[in-house]
């Protein structure tokens, strides 16, 4: 079974520092660019970072860069999301995402083949 299992969520104060991680299943990452996605409550789902298949390239939402990093680990079919500096507004459910197509250094939802279910980032003091 093809899947992506996301984790590394939980409640964090603001300023602090989460890590997660996007792990597959059942095909290795390498040739896929993988994109970090977030749904924030009542909001429609944003792209936040990519990264393409090689690692080459990373590329991040404005409002996350400098604070959120992308990097991936292709012998352990994982990719992380770094994220410091956390605040309330970034209280969401983080998804991953894999597709082949990496198009303009993005990854545009449209383009992602395989998606895994989420996991909850709350940001509250």
């Known amino acids: 079974q093809l899947q992506l299992v996301e984790s590394g969520g939980g409640l964090v104060q603001p300023g602090g520092s989460l890590r997660l991680s996007c792990v597959a299943s059942g095909f290795t990452l390498d040739a896929y660019a993988i994109g970090w996605f977030r749904q924030a409550p009542g909001k429609e789902r944003e792209g936040v970072s990519c990264i393409s298949s090689s690692g080459s390239s990373r590329n991040y939402v404005d409002s996350e860069k400098g604070r959120f990093t992308i990097s991936r680990d292709n012998a352990k079919n994982t990719v992380y999301l770094q994220m410091n500096g956390l605040k309330p507004e970034d209280t969401a459910v983080y998804y991953c995402?894999?597709?082949?197509?990496?198009?303009?250094?993005?990854?545009?939802?449209?383009?992602?083949?395989?998606w895994g279910k989420g996991t909850l980032v709350t940001v509250s003091s």
């Open positions: 995402a894999a597709g082949l197509l990496y198009r303009n250094r993005w990854c545009a939802h449209y383009d992602m083949d395989y």
